[in-house]
């Protein structure tokens, strides 16, 4: 470890080292992966940080074998994971590897998010990557479709909910959000079946319960967003335990 010349850091690194010398698992979020890299902890080692700082990671400790696109990397008894957010993905794959997938399963439910959510930080969720509309009436037509995604959520079903007409709904979408109401409805009935898939329902019915209709259409819009077909999907993803990389 190179010697801290800031007293703050010195201070940190110097809590970190008792903390991690004594724990039987230790785990980062977000740059912390830093201090880790800096104790010497992730030398000889996988581990991921947020995406900008993925390459200051690599250059700055060549001992460490940084993988950017990684929501989060478990090596041995040591975990990393990404951006903040991510650090929930890490802290669920914790919790199911010490529970079980059962417990980890309905942790993520009454939190509202992916057991294991797909790919990589290159592939955020849709309600992650959209801004939050400043017109209430938007953002509220947003968590209906989100709340019921099988629900008829056509250009014309939506105006009329409003109530407004489909142009003015279109105007409203590209405004607030930064895409169709046809593209935005679509990836969030995708991300409804990426879920229903990892809780082991068939692919017909995360076909039927996400909007998305049939096995054909849930399948030409995997390969459309993901590159892969909803059993690929199912077979990468199907806990966080395997999602970890962990080999």
Same mark, same amino acid.
């Given at each position: 470890?190179?010697?801290?010349?800031?007293?703050?850091?010195?201070?940190?690194?110097?809590?970190?080292?008792?903390?991690?010398?004594?724990?039987?698992?230790?785990?980062?979020?977000?740059?912390?992966?830093?201090?880790?890299?800096?104790?010497?902890?992730?030398?000889?080692?996988?581990?991921?940080?947020?995406?900008?700082?993925?390459?200051?990671?690599?250059?700055?400790?060549?001992?460490?074998?940084?993988?950017?696109?990684?929501?989060?990397?478990?090596?041995?008894?040591?975990?990393?994971?990404?951006?903040?957010?991510?650090?929930?993905?890490?802290?669920?794959? @914790?919790?199911?590897?010490?529970? =079980? $997938?059962?417990? %980890? #399963?309905? +942790?993520?439910?009454?939190?509202?998010?992916?057991? /294991? &959510?797909?790919?990589?930080?290159?592939?955020?969720?849709?309600?992650?990557?959209?801004?939050?509309?400043?017109?209430?009436?938007?953002?509220?037509?947003?968590?209906?479709?989100?709340?019921?995604?099988?629900?008829?959520?056509?250009?014309?079903?939506?105006?009329?909910?409003?109530?407004?007409?489909?142009?003015?709904?279109?105007? @409203?979408?590209?405004?607030?959000? =930064? $895409?169709?109401? %046809? #593209?935005? +409805?679509?990836?969030?009935?995708?991300?409804?079946? /990426? &879920?229903?898939?990892?809780?082991?329902?068939?692919?017909?019915?995360?076909?039927?319960?996400?909007?998305?209709?049939?096995?054909?259409?849930?399948?030409?819009?995997?390969?459309?967003?993901?590159?892969?077909?909803?059993?690929?999907?199912?077979?990468?993803?199907?806990?966080?335990?395997?999602?970890?990389?962990?080999?």
């Amino acid at each position: 470890m190179k010697p801290a010349t800031n007293p703050r850091r010195f201070k940190l690194l110097t809590a970190a080292r008792v903390v991690t010398a004594a724990a039987r698992r230790v785990a980062s979020v977000c740059t912390g992966a830093f201090v880790l890299a800096a104790l010497g902890v992730l030398d000889g080692r996988r581990a991921t940080t947020h995406w900008r700082h993925t390459d200051r990671l690599a250059r700055h400790y060549p001992k460490v074998t940084v993988q950017p696109d990684s929501i989060f990397v478990r090596d041995g008894h040591v975990v990393t994971s990404a951006g903040v957010s991510a650090g929930i993905d890490l802290a669920l794959s @914790l919790v199911e590897h010490d529970e =079980g $997938t059962q417990v %980890a #399963r309905k +942790v993520a439910q009454e939190l509202v998010v992916f057991l /294991q &959510r797909p790919g990589g930080q290159s592939q955020f969720s849709v309600a992650t990557n959209t801004p939050v509309p400043r017109n209430t009436t938007i953002r509220k037509l947003l968590v209906a479709v989100v709340a019921e995604p099988n629900a008829d959520h056509s250009l014309t079903a939506m105006a009329a909910a409003i109530p407004t007409s489909t142009r003015h709904l279109a105007r @409203l979408f590209n405004d607030e959000v =930064g $895409t169709t109401p %046809a #593209r935005w +409805v679509e990836r969030t009935r995708l991300e409804a079946a /990426q &879920r229903l898939l990892l809780e082991g329902h068939s692919v017909t019915l995360a076909a039927e319960r996400s909007g998305l209709g049939s096995d054909e259409s849930l399948r030409r819009v995997f390969s459309r967003h993901l590159g892969i077909s909803p059993s690929e999907y199912r077979q990468r993803f199907a806990s966080a335990r395997r999602g970890a990389d962990d080999r």
